[in-house]
């Protein structure tokens, strides 16, 4: 594969945007966690059933905690969109001939419009279980798409003074079944969080009490929601023990490709952080603090992984691409 080379002067405007990258990728993390805590305070309804106006009016009577909530969730959901489209359409402007950016940033924005659109239809229909989890894991897509276009700007940045970080690593061929192992992490990671949404939002967690043993049991079967909170617990069993096989996997390119290594270390030490938190969840009896850490740690998990699965596709430069295909095409006539 050729190396990349870009130049200093290119890459001076990305020192400025990608900081509101990291402003932006924050807003989405504070997104997601401010609509956590709306539904685990039963403030989701503090607006009643209207939207986009609040109990009626634009600026609501701020009388109790619920109503302070929820306006306070749909404010920072429509100010920190707002500062994600501006991230994303500036970097569209400044970068578009790099496929990492038009791809992250069609799925930022087209996530972002996904979930307001659910976040009304929760309040429309009263938060119905399935759309209130598709809403988080929207959500997550949405802040995923944010952050790696933030990654991929340091990248570049970093690649254009000639670090040897991101893009450097990225032109490193990898095995196809290490590529292969990652993405189906990815695949798996996302319909597990989708699992344990539906545990939380169907309030099945109650059902299953104890740690590690569920009512006492090793095995209490898969009826109700006692099936669907122990489901959960299997999943997050299974999810660690493919960590552990990304760990020894990785082991062995660790030198060539050490931002995958630290990367699956990372991402194993979220994910035991992870399991303990869960077990935390339930001896406090599904605590505000003890679920407020759960979603948080699994935001930064959800990051880590999409990280890794970006590294194991090789960077691609449209507008060189396109120079090249001309000039074969040229070559050809002649």
């Known amino acids: 594969m050729k190396n990349v080379q870009i130049s200093h002067e290119a890459s001076r405007p990305a020192r400025y945007v990608k900081w509101f990258g990291v402003f932006s990728s924050i807003g989405m993390f504070i997104i997601n966690f401010i609509g956590f805590l709306d539904t685990q305070t039963g403030s989701a309804e503090g607006c009643g059933p209207d939207w986009p106006l609040c109990n009626g009016q634009v600026l609501p009577s701020l009388n109790n905690m619920h109503v302070i909530i929820e306006f306070m969730h749909r404010f920072l959901v429509g100010f920190f969109a707002i500062v994600a ?123 299953c009490a104890g740690w590690p043993l569920c009512n006492g049991e090793v095995f209490p079967g898969f009826s109700g929601n006692v099936g669907l909170a122990f489901s959960h617990r299997l999943a997050a069993v299974a999810f660690a023990a493919l960590s552990i096989w990304l760990l020894i996997a990785l082991r062995r390119v660790k030198n060539q490709r050490p931002d995958l290594f630290m990367g699956s270390q990372a991402l194993f030490i979220m994910i035991i952080l992870q399991i303990i938190s869960g ?44 120079s090249s295909q001309k000039d074969t095409s040229q070559e050809a006539q002649h």
């Open 85 to 207: 489209v501006v991230f994303v359409v500036w970097a569209l402007v400044k970068f578009r001939r790099y496929r990492e950016v038009q791809v992250f940033s069609w799925l930022a924005v087209g996530f972002i419009i996904v979930q307001s659109l659910l976040g009304a239809l929760a309040v429309v229909f009263v938060n119905p279980p399935e759309v209130l989890a598709l809403h988080l894991g929207f959500g997550l897509l949405a802040m995923g798409g944010v952050a790696l276009l933030t990654v991929f700007l340091f990248q570049y940045d970093h690649h254009a003074n000639q670090e040897k970080a991101g893009l450097f690593y990225r032109s490193k061929p990898l095995p196809k079944s290490l590529s292969n192992l990652i993405r189906w992490t990815w695949v798996y990671m996302f319909g597990a969080i989708y699992l344990g949404s539906d545990v939380d939002f169907h309030n099945a967690g109650p059902a």
């Open 279 to 322: 077990a935390w969840v339930v001896f406090s009896h599904i605590s505000l603090n003890s679920a407020l850490l759960h979603v948080s740690l699994l935001m930064v998990l959800f990051t880590v992984l999409s990280y890794l699965t970006l590294q194991t596709f090789p960077f691609h430069d449209v507008s060189l691409q396109t």
